[in-house]
């Protein structure tokens, strides 16, 4: 249980266009998902939390106008990179918790690696 | 938030060694996970452990949350083994989950 899936896996695009990424829990209801963003050789930044029917709140330094995240239902959230340029390539990762117990551990997804060339 | 730090940023084992990685966090926690990221960047879930002591085949590891820290400990490691370790805490009131900066485990044949 408690799977995580994110899409697409990998995705190339062209500097100054749009780039969608979904992220659903198959087999929960998450209320709350986080998005994280990984460059080469380093760790996880958290970006932002997703609250389904609520706007999303932003770390600070990360634009939300760039970052576009909704999370209209309680199985799907969307990142939105709009108008990607080259320093926008990096590895994003949502999560999940599985069950609205505050102590609860959080499910990953797979990851999209984003090359905006 | 909390802020999460790895020991060692680096371990190179020969197949067959066993290896501790340690993890300190500066507040206390309410959730901790170890994390094995291969080399495709998927983040395998080894440990929810916010406290006390599991085990899981070669892996275990250990949560004292008193003294704000973890350990992560491998077994007879393989060289399937490698990649990069992440632990993850959450607490200090905040409910993100903040991650260290890793252990890049080597293991040769």
């Known amino acids: 249980g408690a799977v995580v899936s994110q899409h697409p896996s990998r995705v190339i695009c062209k500097s100054g266009t749009s780039v969608k990424i979904e992220c659903r829990s198959l087999d929960f209801q998450a209320t709350t998902m986080f998005w994280y963003r990984q460059f080469p050789k380093q760790s996880l930044m958290l970006m932002a939390t997703?609250?389904?029917?609520?706007?999303?709140?932003?770390e600070q330094g990360v634009e939300k106008d760039k970052f576009l995240i909704n999370h209209a239902s309680l199985t799907l959230s969307t990142l939105t990179v709009t108008s990607a340029h080259p320093e926008d390539s990096s590895f994003y990762i949502c999560?999940?918790?599985?069950?609205?117990?505050?102590?609860?551990?959080?499910?990953f997804g797979n990851g999209t690696r984003l090359t905006v060339t | 938030g909390i802020q999460v730090e790895q020991s060692p940023p680096d371990l190179i084992l020969q197949e067959g060694a066993n290896s501790t990685l340690r993890c300190n966090f500066s507040d206390s926690v309410n959730n901790l996970q170890w994390f094995h990221q291969n080399p495709w960047g998927q983040l395998i879930n080894l440990f929810y452990?916010?406290?006390g002591t599991k085990q899981n085949g070669r892996l275990s590891a250990t949560t004292v949350a008193t003294e704000r820290y973890s350990l992560l400990y491998i077994s007879s490691s393989q060289t399937t083994d490698s990649g990069v370790y992440f632990c993850a805490g959450r607490g200090g009131g905040s409910e993100k989950l903040v991650f260290g900066k890793g252990t890049k485990l080597t293991v040769n044949p």
């Open positions: 452990i916010p406290s």
């Open positions: 999560s999940a918790r599985g069950d609205l117990s505050y102590n609860s551990p959080l499910h």
């Open positions: 997703s609250n389904e029917g609520s706007k999303a709140t932003y």
